[in-house]
Nanobody, 118 residues
Framework: QVQLVESGGGLVQPGGSLRLSCAAS????????MGWYRQAPGQQRDLVAA???????RYADSVKGRFTISRDNAKNTVYLQMNSLKPEDTAVYYC????????????WGQGTQVTVSS
């Protein structure tokens, strides 16, 4: 049984910062990629940032230069440092992991709310 547990969401003022964390646990053989999607009300779920096991990253254009994704392979944990937050960053943020257990698949966290408002 694989679980992804997220933490770090909350309410922040525009221009502020938050750091999200997501830890994967269970019978994991290998994690190929981890990352974050977000979904605002009435919107589709979109990729925010992703990082592969060797460290290559990609970001949505809307967060480049403001968000940084990192990963601790020993802890099966991915982080998202979010700086210079804007009201349009408000969404539920979902962690995901492409990993191998007894099969290969994509697993998701439960989501954490990020609200940027004054």
């Amino acid at each position: 049984q694989v679980q992804l547990v997220e933490s770090g969401g909350g309410l922040v003022q525009p221009g502020g910062s938050l750091r999200l964390s997501c830890a994967a646990s269970g019978s994991i053989f290998r994690i190929n990629a981890m990352g974050w999607y977000r979904q605002a009300p009435g919107q589709q779920r979109d990729l925010v940032a992703a990082i592969r096991s060797r460290g290559s990253t990609r970001y949505a254009d809307s967060v480049k230069g403001r968000f940084t994704i990192s990963r601790d392979n020993a802890k099966n944990t991915v982080y998202l440092q979010m700086n210079s937050l804007k009201p349009e960053d408000t969404a539920v943020y979902y962690c995901y992991a492409d990993l191998i257990t007894d099969s290969t698949g994509t697993y998701w966290g439960q989501g954490t709310q990020v609200t940027v408002s004054s």
